[in-house]
Antibody, heavy 120, light 108 residues
Framework: QMQLVESGGGVVQPGGSLRLSCGAS????????IHWVRQAPGKGLDWVAF????????SYPDSVKGRFNITRDNSANTVFLQMSRLKAEDTAVYYC?????????????WGKGTTVTVSS | EFVLTQSPGTLSLSPGERATLSCRAS???????LAWYQQKPGQAPRLLIY???RRASGIPDRFSGSGSGTHFTLTISRLEPDDFAVYYC??????????FGQGTKVEV
């Protein structure tokens, strides 16, 4: 059974940093891209990062570019999201999601999410 | 900037009724790479439809997707109590940029 489990969320002050992890099981991890998607309280879904299957390419929306860094360790079936210079508007539930392909595709498996709160 | 606009914002229906949800794109979606997701309160989204009209594994056939180009539709033929949720469309044809619509809430 394909599964993703996020961890690392918590409360952080504005301007601080946090590192999220996403552990995968039940599928050939190194063959698929992985997304991070967030959802602010009471709001819709917001894509924040994507990493290609081999980790060679990454993509971000302008809202987080230069502050967030996505990486992966295919030997450990894990993707990371390093978040820095955090703002109040980064407060959200962060989900990782498996892409259906190596470099693109729909999001066919989702984790349950981890909550990030940016507050002083 | 690629924008997906969903309508209506809220759809008030009863069990057994038909639900029709719209998703309009600001640009043509390449290869009809359009997906639909269902999200219930406190849960992660779940994939329903991909490629505009292909049902994901385990999705009942009362869910169907249609459309092409810039206009797409999700139809729930006969609403069941478990179908009351928020539905999002998402495009993946404009890689490396992925975009969600703002969501449509289907309520009783």
């Amino acid at each position: 059974q394909m599964q993703l489990v996020e961890s690392g969320g918590g409360v952080v002050q504005p301007g601080g940093s946090l590192r999220l992890s996403c552990g995968a099981s039940g599928f050939r991890f190194r063959s698929y891209g992985i997304h991070w998607v967030r959802q602010a309280p009471g709001k819709g879904l917001d894509w924040v990062a994507f990493i290609w299957h081999d980790g060679d390419k990454k993509s971000y929306p302008d809202s987080v570019k230069g502050r967030f860094n996505i990486t992966r360790d295919n030997s450990a079936n894990t993707v990371f999201l390093q978040m820095s210079r955090l703002k109040a508007e980064d407060t959200a539930v962060y989900y990782c999601a498996k892409a259906s392909g190596m470099s693109n595709g729909y999001m066919d498996v989702w984790g349950k999410g981890t909550t990030v709160t940016v507050s002083s | 900037e690629f924008v997906l606009t969903q309508s209506p914002g809220t759809l008030s229906l009863s069990p057994g009724e038909r639900a029709t949800l719209s998703c309009r794109a600001s640009q043509t979606i390449s290869s009809n790479f359009l997906a639909w997701y269902q999200q219930k309160p406190g849960q992660a989204p779940r994939l329903l439809i991909y490629g505009a009209s292909r049902r994901a594994s385990g999705i009942p056939d009362r869910f169907s997707g249609s459309g092409s180009g810039t206009h797409f539709t999700l139809t729930i033929s006969r609403l069941e109590p478990d179908d009351f949720a928020v539905y999002y469309c998402q495009q993946y044809g404009n890689s490396p940029e992925w975009t969600f619509g703002q969501g449509t809430k289907v309520e009783v």
